[in-house]
């Protein structure tokens, strides 16, 4: 059985940090890519951070670019998010999602996602 367990999430103020956790079990990093995706009330679900251990490669949102970073301890099975300089804009439900992994470039295509978490909340107040 596939699971992907977020945890990590909270309540910060603008400019502080968190760390997310992904644990994974039921499928490999040689396999399967992951990505961190999140979707605020009222919004679609935004691909925001990938990372593929097979091929070496990540890929981030202009939204986060420069302030998030992904990272992945395949010993572990778990993949990280960590975000920094948070900003209200930020506030959402995260989720990590799982995709084969290929070797064309990552466009957060939320149907090529075959296993998703049950997310875990952050709020960034002002």
């Known amino acids: 059985e596939v699971q992907l367990v977020e945890s990590g999430g909270g309540l910060v103020q603008a400019g502080e940090s968190l760390r997310l956790s992904c644990a994974v079990s039921?499928?490999?990093?040689?396999?399967?890519?992951i990505a961190w995706w999140r979707q605020a009330p009222g919004k679609e679900r935004e691909g925001i951070s990938f990372?593929?251990?097979?091929?070496?490669?990540?890929h981030y949102a202009d939204s986060v670019k420069g302030r998030f970073t992904i990272s992945s301890d395949n010993a572990k099975n778990t993949v990280y998010l960590q975000m920094n300089n948070l900003k209200p804009e930020d506030s959402a439900v995260y989720y990590c999602?799982?995709?084969?992994?290929?070797?064309?470039?990552?466009?957060?295509?939320?149907?090529?996602?075959?296993?998703w978490g049950q997310g875990t909340q952050v709020t960034v107040s002002s």
């Open positions: 999602a799982a995709r084969r992994s290929s070797w064309y470039p990552e466009n957060f295509n939320f149907y090529e996602y075959d296993y």
């Open positions: 039921g499928l490999s990093f040689d396999d399967y890519a």
């Open positions: 990372i593929s251990s097979r091929f070496g490669t990540t």
